[in-house]
C-alpha cells in the first residue's frame, strides 16, 4: 500500500511537472486562438497563459479591447472597466443599462452577475464581434440581456423615439486608434441625457491624453455642465460620470454624494477586484478643477475632427 | 495647330481649371456625405455603400445627360450656366438636411434604406450636374476628331486629380479648420462664381473675338 502511494504521488508529481513545462513556454509568448477579418477590423483572439484577450487590428497592447482571467472570468481585468462600476456609488440599483460598444462582452457579464434582475441591451456596431464574445468569452445572453448588432448613434435616435430611457448607459465605443465621431459630438450626448432617467448616470470612457481631452471635456461640460472624472493611479484612463443637470444638483462633494453605498457595495464588488473605498477615493468633481482651456471649442456634429485631433 | 495659339491656350486653361474645381468639389462633398448621414443612419459600412452608389449612379446619368446636351449649340456661358445650377442645387445640403433626414429617419427604419434615401435625396441631383461638366468639357476642348482622345484624358486626368486633391485636403484639413455647412457653402459660392465668370468671359470674347481673353483660374 504505503509503495503503491508513493508510485502513485511519483506519477502524479511528474505528469504535474510535465504539464507544468508545457505551460511555461505558453506563459511566455501568446497564442492566437481565433482570427478573423471583419467588416470593421482585425479581430484576434489571444491566449496568454490563463489570460484571454480581444484584440483589434493585432499588435500594440492600445488595442486590447476585452480581457479576463479564464480561471477568475468575474474578476474585471482593465482598470477602466472598475471605474466604470462607479456609477453604482451614485445610483446602485439600475434596472435598465445600456451598454454602448461590446467588446468582449465582460462588462455586459459581470453587471448580470452583480445585477441578476436589471435589464441589459449591448449595442455592437460589428456583429463578428457579438459572435466572438459569444463564442469566446462566454458572453452571456437571456430575455433581459441582448446584444444587438447596429450603430450606437443609430440605437440611441431610435431608442428616443420609442420613449426607452435608461438609468445607467456606459458608453465604451472608443478605442485607442479609431473614434467614430458621430459618438463624441455635442447632439449625440444631448441625446444620451434625454435617454437617461431623472436619476440616471452616464460612465463614458475617454480619452486621458492627446489635444482630444480638452475638446472632449468641454463638450461634456457643455452639456452636462459640472461632471466627475473617475481615475485610476497612473492616470491611463479617465471615465466621465455625467447626471442630468435638471434633475440632479450638482455636488462636488463626492463623500456626502457616495457615502450611502461606499459601505454597502463593498462586499458585492470585492469579488471583482473592486475595492469602493478607493474608487470613491478616485472620483473628483470639475467644479473649480477644469483642466482645460476655457475657450476650448466644442464638438458638434458639423465640426468633429476627433480622430485628427487624437494624434499626438 | 490650336496649340501654338495663344488666346485659344488661355481658353483652354480656364476650361480645365474648371474641370479641375468640379472634380475637387464632387469628392470634397462626397466625403463630407459620410460625416452629415452619420447623426441619423450611423457610420457601419452600408452608408458608405449607399453614398458611393449614389454618386456613381449620378455621375453616370451626368455624363450621359452633359454629353447629350453638349451636341446643341454648346457655348462657355451654357457651360458657365451648369456651374451656377451645381452651385446652387448644393445648398439644400446646408439649409434642408436636417428635417430632411429626420423625416426619412422617422419613415425608414432600416437604416441602409434610409441612409440610400437620404443621399439620393440630397447629393443625387447637384452630382447629376456636376457630372454633366465632364463631357461639356470635352466639347469645348475639342477642335478636331483626331486629338479628341487626347482632350478626353487631359480633361480626365485634371479632373480626376481634381477629386483626388479635394478628397484628401477636405478629409485632412478642412474638417479640422472648418463645419461642415461651410465647406458646402464654399463649394457652392466657388461653383457659382466660376460658372459667372465663364458666362462673363464669354460675353467679353463674343464682343471682343480677335482679341485674346485673359482669363486666370483663382481656386
Known amino acids: 500500500m504505503c509503495s503503491q502511494y508513493k508510485f502513485n504521488s511519483a506519477v502524479i508529481s511528474s505528469i504535474a511537472l510535465l504539464l507544468l513545462l508545457t505551460l511555461l513556454p505558453q506563459q511566455a509568448s501568446a497564442k492566437v486562438v481565433h482570427k478573423e477579418r471583419s467588416l470593421y477590423r482585425n479581430i484576434l483572439v489571444e491566449d496568454k497563459g490563463d489570460l484571454r484577450c480581444l484584440k483589434f487590428n493585432v499588435k500594440s497592447s492600445k488595442t486590447q479591447q476585452s480581457c479576463f482571467m479564464k480561471s477568475q472570468p468575474e474578476k474585471l481585468y482593465f482598470n477602466y472597466t472598475k471605474l466604470l462600476l462607479s456609477s453604482l456609488l451614485i445610483n446602485p440599483n439600475p434596472q435598465k443599462i445600456l451598454i454602448i460598444g461590446?467588446?468582449?462582452?465582460?462588462?455586459?457579464?459581470?453587471?448580470?452577475?452583480?445585477?441578476?434582475?436589471?435589464?441589459?441591451?449591448?449595442?455592437?456596431?460589428?456583429?463578428?464581434?457579438?459572435?466572438?464574445a459569444r463564442e469566446y468569452f462566454s458572453f452571456f445572453e437571456n430575455d433581459d440581456i441582448r446584444a444587438i448588432s447596429q450603430d450606437g448613434r443609430v440605437f440611441v435616435k431610435r431608442a428616443l423615439l420609442k420613449k426607452q430611457q435608461y438609468d445607467w448607459i456606459i458608453l465604451d465605443a472608443f478605442n485607442g486608434d479609431y473614434i467614430p465621431e458621430h459618438l463624441m459630438t455635442k447632439?449625440?450626448?444631448?441625446?444620451?441625457?434625454?435617454?437617461l432617467t431623472p436619476q440616471g448616470v452616464l460612465t463614458a470612457n475617454t480619452f486621458s491624453v492627446s489635444k482630444l481631452y480638452d475638446y472632449e471635456s468641454a463638450t461634456y461640460k457643455d452639456v452636462f455642465g459640472d461632471f466627475y472624472q473617475v481615475r485610476n493611479l497612473n492616470n491611463s484612463n479617465r471615465v466621465i460620470?455625467?447626471?442630468?443637470?435638471?434633475?440632479?444638483?450638482?455636488?462636488a462633494d463626492i463623500n456626502a454624494l457616495t457615502k450611502a453605498n461606499v459601505n454597502a457595495l463593498k462586499l458585492p464588488l470585492k469579488q471583482f477586484g473592486v475595492d469602493t473605498t478607493f474608487l470613491a477615493e478616485s472620483i473628483s468633481s470639475t467644479r473649480n478643477a477644469e483642466d482645460w482651456p476655457q475657450n476650448t471649442p466644442v464638438l458638434t456634429d458639423q465640426f468633429a475632427p476627433a480622430n485628427l485631433l487624437n494624434i499626438d | 495647330m490650336p496649340v501654338s495659339n495663344k488666346p485659344f491656350n488661355s481658353f483652354n486653361l480656364f476650361i480645365y481649371c474648371l474641370a479641375f474645381t468640379s472634380g475637387f468639389s464632387i469628392m470634397g462633398i462626397e466625403l463630407l456625405a459620410g460625416r452629415i448621414l452619420a447623426p441619423f443612419f450611423g457610420s457601419s459600412v452600408h452608408i458608405w455603400g449607399s453614398i458611393i452608389t449614389v454618386f456613381m449612379l449620378s455621375l453616370s446619368l451626368g455624363y450621359l445627360l452633359g454629353g447629350k446636351l453638349s451636341t446643341k449649340s454648346a457655348s462657355l456661358t451654357r457651360y458657365g450656366l451648369i456651374f451656377i445650377l451645381s452651385g446652387i442645387t448644393i445648398l439644400p445640403v446646408v439649409t434642408s438636411s436636417q428635417w430632411l433626414m429626420e423625416a426619412i429617419f422617422l419613415t425608414i427604419e432600416d437604416s441602409r434604406y434610409?441612409?440610400?434615401?437620404?443621399?439620393?435625396?440630397?447629393?443625387?441631383?447637384p452630382t447629376i450636374i456636376l457630372g454633366m461638366l465632364s463631357p461639356y468639357s470635352v466639347r469645348l476642348l475639342v477642335t478636331n476628331s483626331n486629338e479628341s482622345g487626347q482632350v478626353a484624358g487631359k480633361l480626365y486626368f485634371v479632373s480626376t486629380l481634381g477629386s483626388a486633391l479635394g478628397t484628401i485636403i477636405t478629409s485632412f484639413y478642412f474638417v479640422m479648420w472648418f463645419e461642415i455647412n461651410t465647406i458646402i457653402i464654399s463649394f457652392s459660392l466657388i461653383l457659382g462664381l466660376l460658372g459667372l465668370l465663364a458666362v462673363v468671359v464669354d460675353k467679353i470674347s463674343l464682343n471682343n473675338i480677335s482679341t485674346a481673353t485673359e482669363s486666370t483660374c483663382d481656386v
Do not use: C, R, W, Y
Not at chain 1, 108 to 117: D, G, R, V
Not at chain 1, 187 to 195: G, S, V, Y
Not at chain 1, 241 to 251: R, S, T, W, Y
Open chain 2, 114 to 125: 434610409g441612409s440610400l434615401l437620404a443621399s439620393t435625396v440630397l447629393f443625387f441631383i
Open chain 1, 187 to 195: 447632439e449625440f450626448l444631448e441625446e444620451i441625457k434625454q435617454l
Open chain 1, 102 to 132: 461590446l467588446g468582449g462582452g465582460t462588462m455586459s457579464n459581470t453587471l448580470h452577475q452583480l445585477l441578476p434582475k436589471s435589464q441589459i441591451d449591448n449595442i455592437e456596431i460589428d456583429n463578428s464581434v457579438i459572435k466572438v
Open chain 1, 241 to 251: 460620470l455625467a447626471m442630468n443637470p435638471q434633475h440632479n444638483k450638482h455636488n
